[in-house]
């Protein structure tokens, strides 16, 4: 039998993979993560829902030539026993580029194993988070802060943040960098893309150029035709990562767009007989992936995985992209820093969670909760903003009018960094109409330790409201 085996792989031009057992695991992993991770992080795409790439990857047998090599398991993937298989795709820079830790894409992919469903979501790089001990940073410093304090790191610390901030259990990640990313095209020989839209950004920045004096000289004119094009793996990273094009080219929309257009071109090199029966070919792309691909997969769950979602046509693909569109979920603003920032338009994170988690019942966005009767009673309320979330106060102040409570101040709080949605009662029990309107428009919870110095400062002020109601990062802004 081993001597059958080892004839199947001369003849496959698979025969490295029968070299001694530690050295065989490791090549796998590297080569079975190859194909995920191009199907995966740089586009809105699976790499599985080709029929045809599949199809023949499946006649020709290579995963079963190459499963003898890891043992047999009938074990569950992380999350398969609630019909939900959570990963983490990460691309970043890597060593060279400005900023090589953070993530410049960041894409949560769901699987469904009882309906063979994938669900993809795009988070933009520019969306501002919580952060323990940084308070609020852009959402792809997560992974460059984790690997400043210790390498290798960043990746499961971008699902612990991520698990946390979407209630969401993440257990996978695959993360990438930009240079495996463009060698691998190279070591393809290239890709032919039929470019759908004609690409001019004038402001794609130039590696190495970050802190020219000139301003003009840190960036280049990337222009690209409409039409079929052969891309080297620089071109076709620029074409997928360019996020200043002009004529709606520089929407997160077209941006995934394009990505899937450079995933297509990559696919069919990749998963050609061509490549795979290359045992040159393999060899140098196996080089690329140990060096510029980071997972927590074990084989034996990378197995598991294409056994349970190789068949997954276009048709159950569902993509979503959070942006700050006209319909978005995401608005933008300048922090406080002076950055341009992306935030919750609801005020926190109730919508987007709520589209994440239903994202297989209803691929639309949430609705808005149901609306809240008008009160009967006259009360008044202060609102205070304590997060550093931008336009908090106004919008729940907005909500809380239309209840029929009189606002009598917005603004921030003197103390941020408030999680929790707090409201105190001054009246003592005497409006519970308005209490309760105000906690279930909120989120709120009745605060009762009122000792904190600023809190006692205001209560002691004349003409105070009824109640006061400090922001966190829970509240809900939406009637």
């Known amino acids: ?4 085996e080892k004839q199947e792989a001369r003849e496959s031009g698979l025969e490295e993979f029968v070299a001694p057992v530690n050295k065989k695991r490791k090549k796998i992993t590297a080569y079975v993560i190859a194909i995920v991770v191009i199907g995966l992080v740089f586009s809105s795409r699976v790499i599985m829902s080709s029929q045809n790439a599949s199809g023949w ?34 691309g970043m820079g890597g060593e060279g580029h400005d ?48 690997e400043a304090k210790e390498a290798g790191s960043g990746g499961q610390a971008t699902i612990d943040s991520l698990s946390k901030l979407f209630n969401l259990n993440i257990d996978y990640y695959v993360r990438v960098d930009f240079a495996g990313f463009e060698n691998v095209i190279d070591e393809l020989g290239g890709v032919t893309v039929n470019v759908e839209n004609t690409l001019d950004d004038y402001a794609y920045p130039i590696l190495g150029q970050e802190d020219n004096p000139n301003y003009y000289a840190r960036y280049e004119h990337l222009h690209i035709e409409k039409g079929v094009q052969t891309m080297d793996g620089e071109l076709a990273l620029k074409y997928a990562r360019s996020r200043h094009g002009v004529g709606g080219e520089g929407s997160d929309f077209a941006r995934a767009k394009r990505q899937q257009l450079i995933l297509e071109a990559v696919k069919e090199k990749l998963l050609s007989k061509q490549t795979l029966l290359n045992p040159v070919t393999i060899g140098k792309l196996i080089s690329q992936f140990s060096q510029h691909v980071s997972t927590n997969f074990s084989v034996w769950e990378i197995l598991r995985a294409w056994d349970l979602f190789k068949d997954v046509n ?22 406080s820093e002076g950055a341009y920032i992306l935030v919750p338009a609801a005020g926190n994170f109730s919508k987007i969670n709520a589209l994440i988690r239903d994202i297989f019942n209803n691929n639309q966005a949430p609705t808005q909760i149901e609306k809240i009767e008008k009160i009967s009673e006259d009360a008044s309320v202060t609102v205070k903003n304590g997060t550093w979330i931008s336009g908090l106060a106004g919008a729940t102040a907005a909500n809380l009018q239309e209840l029929g409570l009189t606002v009598k101040e917005t603004g921030n709080a003197p103390e941020r960094g408030y999680a929790k949605t707090l409201v105190f009662d001054f009246t003592y029990g005497k409006k519970n109409e308005a209490l309760e309107a105000i906690k279930k428009a909120t989120g709120a919870e009745q605060g009762f330790d009122a000792s904190t110095p600023w809190i006692k400062e205001y209560q002691e002020q004349a003409n105070v409201a009824d109640f006061l109601l400090i922001l966190g990062t829970d509240a809900n802004t939406t009637n």
Do not use: C, W
Not at 1 to 4: A, C, G, H, K, S
Not at 314 to 335: E, H, Y
């Open 1 to 4: 039998m081993e001597e059958l």
């Open 57 to 90: 990857l499946a006649e020709s047998g290579l995963f079963n030539k190459i499963k003898h090599l890891v043992p047999s398991t009938d074990k569950q993937l992380k999350g398969e026993e609630n019909d939900r298989i959570n990963i983490l795709l990460l």
């Open 99 to 146: 900023g090589a830790y953070l993530s410049d894409t960041i894409m949560l992919a769901s699987l469904k194993p009882s309906t063979k469903q994938v669900a993809l979501v795009s988070v933009p790089r520019d969306l501002q988070v919580p952060l323990e001990e940084a308070g609020y940073r852009k959402i792809n410093n997560i992974n460059a802060f984790a």
């Open 314 to 335: 276009k048709d159950q693909i569902i993509n979503q992209v959070l942006s700050d569109a006209p319909d978005g979920l995401l608005i933008s603003t300048i922090s």
